[in-house]
Structures are given as structure tokens and as C-alpha cells.
């Protein structure tokens, strides 16, 4: 499952798309709105009659579809623009309609509500007041014929007027913000929800998996124990034979059968203890997957860091067969690979790629800790893998170049 602030930035993208289109609709309007006027259905109270008003507000409804739906344009910085030009075409709608668009003022506020950003919710409210305050002096002062200013003039304006305004806006983009903290939690607790589902349902998953595992360990204890001490009998016995023979080559008989007997019986035992092993010992692909997924989730749930997993390269090959012992080296390589990179790198986010590549198995874990000026010193963890993987006929590398890197690739036929 992807990181909260990378599904906000997925719901921003497509948001950015529709307040794009919303300020079309929104100079749809307006254009409605002159051409009431014209008809004489609709009549606009305004000294701002000149054609660089109007045009002024058209660039700035238009520029933030140019800006998404023409350039295609995806940065952080994208939004910003977009609410800026809704802001600004508010107060020029205000000096070209004057009174009757001040409502238009509420608009960029409701609509920087979905885009469930705080900072980007008081940039708007910022710049809605001084806008506001702006297109009071210019719509009802500077505009104004000097017959028809107040004779208190620019006190009357903003002090009596614009002030009072802007305290109404604000009481609405208080309560527009505490709304969007609320949606914002229930979404933050949806996310939460649905993740440690995912946690739930992986562990069961791979639950089958750690039973074999402990499986193969009861087995091989049951073998230890019980065949070893069978064996040590066996071979007891068979010296006192040796020793009675002499004496005694009947009772010496009897011992060394009774010892051959024991160790049938254990012959016994270690084959079907191989068969059980060997039955257990096979796994697949689909198995790695939910494993590696497993590792990535409980270490983010367990320490302040993020790993943006690729395994997709993988479900091509789910069904291959691959040893649990492979399975689980691999689960390990991951860990010490996480652990190390917080441990003495301080990294915060890793990238793993996961998937199968000319007939072998390829892991690459990067990360963005500080890595080391000169040549890399492998730890007892880093020795262990790179023995492992060229016993098995793979290859272990490790680059610093940019971050820490570590990869390791598995031949499929050794599986």
C-alpha cells in the first residue's frame, strides 16, 4: 500500500484537473453574466468599463487549464498557481461587478477544501484578505468619481467597510478549516484502517509459511535427539559384542542384532524425516512477494521510514518454485538491508526492486543514508550474504554512488 502523502499527491493531480475546469465554468458565467447584461436582463453597476479588466480576467481563469490540461504541468507549485489565479479573479470580479460578486470571494476558500492541504488553505486565506482589501479600494475608492467618494474617503473605505468584510471571511474560512481537518482525520483513519488490514491479511498469509519453517526445526531436533541417541546406543552395544565375543558369542549375537535393529529403525526415521522435509521445502515466487510486502510494512509500522517496494516484476513468475530456505534468506537480506540503513545511514527512505531476470532472481535494496567517503566496510551482515549468494552461484554487489545500494542475484536452477 502506498504512503498517505503519496495518495495525497495522486487525489492533488486530478484535483488540480478539475479546478482547472471549474474556472472555466467559472468564466462561463461571467460571460453569461455580461451577456444578460447586454440583453438588458442583467444589469453591471461598475466604473472598471475598460477592455484590460475583463481581459485581465480571462488570462487568469484560462491559465490554469493552459497550465494543466495544455502543458500537462505536475509539480508541487502547480496548486499554488491555480488558487492564486482563482483568488485574483475573485477581487477583479469584484471591481468589475462590485457589489454584487462578493460572494465570489467564498469560492477559492470552499474550493482549497479538497485539495485536504493546510498550508496551501492559508496561503488562500492570506491572499483572499489582501485581494479583498485590494478590490474594496480600488472597486469603491480609486474607481469612484471624486463627486461620488465619501468624505471620509480612505478610512470610510477600509476601516468601515473592507474590515468588517474581511472578518466575515474569515469567520467562513475558519469554519471551512476545521471542516477540512475533520475530513482530513476521517481519511488519515480510513488509510490507517486499511493498512493494518493488509498487515493482518500478509501475516496470515505468510502464517503457513513460519509453520514449515518451525516445522522443519521440530524435525530436525526430533532427529537429533531421537536417531542420535539411537545411533550412540548402537554403537555402545556393538563394542560390548565385540568385547563378549570371545566369552560369549551368543549374547554377543543377540547385542548386534538388537543394534542393527536400532538402526533400522533410525534409517527409518531419517527417511521420512527427509521426505517430510522435502515436501515442506518446496515453495514459489508468490511466496517471496508476501514476504518482502510483509518486511516493507512492518517496518515502516515500526520505525519513521518509507520503502517504496516494486515487486510487480514478480507476478510473472508467482508460481515458480523456489525453496523455503531461499525464500527465507532473501526475507533476511531485506531486513539487514533496512536495519543498516537506518543503523548507519540514517536513512528515512528506501526503494526495493524485486524480480526475475535472465533465469535469476534479483533483489536491489537503495536507500538515501549518508554513505561512507571512501570503500564500503562489509559487516558480519553484508558477509554473511555475499557468502551466501556466491556459494549459490549468484552474484553480491553494493554501490554508493548515489545513497547505498545493496543487490544480490540468485540463479533460478538452484532453486
Known amino acids: 500500500m502506498e504512503r498517505f502523502e503519496d495518495l495525497l499527491w495522486k487525489n492533488e493531480v486530478k484535483i488540480n ?33 475598460e477592455l484590460y479588466w475583463k481581459v485581465g480576467l480571462v488570462l487568469l481563469l484560462c491559465l490554469p487549464a493552459v497550465l494543466v490540461k495544455l502543458i500537462g504541468a505536475k509539480g508541487r507549485w502547480v496548486k499554488y498557481v491555480i488558487m492564486s489565479c482563482s483568488v485574483l479573479a475573485s477581487g477583479l470580479s469584484y471591481v468589475i461587478f462590485n457589489a454584487q460578486a462578493l460572494l465570489l470571494f467564498a469560492f477559492p476558500t470552499a474550493l482549497v477544501t479538497i485539495f485536504y492541504n493546510r498550508a496551501l488553505s492559508f496561503y488562500t486565506c492570506a491572499l483572499s484578505v489582501l485581494v479583498l482589501l485590494g478590490s474594496y479600494l480600488v472597486a469603491s475608492y480609486l474607481l469612484l468619481p471624486p ?20 472578518i466575515y471571511y474569515l469567520c467562513f474560512a475558519v469554519l471551512a478549516q476545521v471542516l477540512n481537518r475533520q475530513t482530513l482525520g476521517v481519511i488519515r483513519q480510513f488509510y490507517d484502517t486499511s493498512r493494518k488490514n493488509e498487515m ?129 534468506f532473501l526475507y533476511g537480506m531485506v531486513q539487514e538491508c533496512v536495519t543498516n540503513g537506518m543503523k548507519h545511514g540514517g536513512a528515512r527512505h528506501f526503494r526495493m526492486k524485486a524480480g526475475v531476470e535472465e533465469g535469476a532472481v534479483t533483489i536491489e535494496v537503495w536507500n538515501d543514508g549518508n554513505a561512507p567517503s571512501d570503500k564500503p566496510q562489509e559487516g558480519f551482515g553484508l558477509q554473511h550474504l555475499r557468502s551466501y549468494a556466491e556459494k549459490a552461484g549468484g552474484t553480491f554487489r553494493i554501490n554508493s554512488a548515489d545513497g547505498f545500494s545493496v543487490g544480490i542475484s540468485l540463479p533460478a536452477e538452484n532453486l
Not at 463627486?147 to 474581511?166: C, E, K, L, S, W
Not at 509459511?209 to 552395544?237: K, L, P, W, Y
Open 200 to 328: 493482518l491479511s500478509l501475516e496470515k498469509e505468510t502464517a503457513e509459511f513460519r509453520g514449515r519453517m518451525q516445522e522443519r526445526e521440530r524435525i530436525s531436533r526430533d532427529i537429533h535427539n531421537s536417531v542420535g541417541h539411537t545411533i550412540t546406543a548402537a554403537i555402545f552395544a556393538l563394542e560390548a559384542a565385540k568385547m563378549q565375543r570371545p566369552k560369549e558369542p551368543e549374547a554377543a549375537d543377540e547385542k548386534t542384532d538388537r543394534a542393527i535393529a536400532r538402526m533400522r529403525e533410525s534409517m527409518e526415521i531419517i527417511r521420512n524425516s527427509v521426505r517430510m522435509m522435502n515436501d515442506q521445502n518446496v515453495m514459489d515466487v508468490q511466496e517471496l512477494e508476501k514476504l518482502l510486502t510483509l518486511c516493507c510494512r512492518q517496518a515502516e509500522q515500526d520505525s519513521d521510514v518509507y520503502i517504496d517496494a516494486d515487486l510487480s516484476a514478480l507476478n510473472s513468475y508467482a508460481e515458480m518454485p523456489m525453496s523455503s530456505e531461499r525464500i527465507s
Open 147 to 166: 463627486m461620488f467618494r465619501n468624505r471620509y474617503g480612505f478610512h470610510y473605505v477600509i476601516v468601515d467597510t473592507a474590515i468588517p468584510q474581511a
Open 17 to 49: 484537473q478539475s479546478t482547472a475546469m471549474i474556472c472555466i465554468w467559472e468564466l462561463a458565467i461571467i460571460a453569461a453574466i455580461y451577456a444578460m447584461d447586454v440583453f438588458g436582463l442583467f444589469t453591471v453597476y461598475s466604473y472598471a468599463t
